[in-house]
């Protein structure tokens, strides 16, 4: 008999197989993405840093990332749309944003 996350993980493979599937997501990443998900794990800030000249932007790896790590799927955080002019107010106001942007950029502390 399966346990209760065992089910809910063959839950989400129902709904989600095909798309994973149609998206060329290797087998090996659905557990890990499935945990990722449930547990809101957004942990592409310990393998990757995004970088500006000003200008451009580039994201740059800080770990080797090896294809076959089932850990090596990342979620990708949305978090924060904004216009310049707002940016202070938004890292002040919106709760959780500052730490999450934080761990992005790879700085302590809070926004100013």
Same mark, same amino acid.
């Given at each position: 008999?399966?346990?209760?996350?065992?089910?809910?993980?063959?839950?989400? *493979?129902? *709904?989600?197989?095909?798309?994973?599937?149609?998206?060329?997501?290797?087998?090996h990443?659905?557990?890990?993405?499935?945990?990722?998900?449930?547990?809101?794990?957004?942990?592409?800030?310990?393998?990757f840093?995004?970088?500006?000249?000003?200008?451009?932007?580039?994201?740059?790896?800080?770990?080797?990332?090896?294809?076959?790590?089932?850990?090596?799927?990342?979620?990708?955080?949305?978090?924060?749309?904004?216009?310049?002019?707002?940016?202070?107010?938004?890292?002040?106001?919106?709760?959780?944003?500052?730490?999450?942007?934080?761990?992005?950029?790879?700085?302590?502390?809070?926004?100013?």
């Amino acid at each position: 008999m399966l346990g209760g996350e065992e089910v809910e993980y063959q839950d989400f *493979l129902s *709904l989600h197989k095909v798309q994973l599937e149609h998206a060329g997501v290797p087998k090996h990443y659905y557990r890990r993405l499935y945990e990722k998900l449930c547990h809101d794990i957004y942990d592409s800030g310990s393998y990757f840093i995004l970088l500006t000249d000003g200008e451009s932007w580039e994201v740059q790896s800080t770990r080797t990332v090896d294809g076959s790590d089932a850990n090596t799927i990342f979620l990708i955080d949305h978090c924060w749309t904004f216009h310049a002019e707002h940016l202070k107010k938004a890292l002040r106001e919106i709760p959780g944003l500052a730490p999450r942007i934080a761990n992005i950029i790879e700085r302590t502390g809070q926004a100013e």
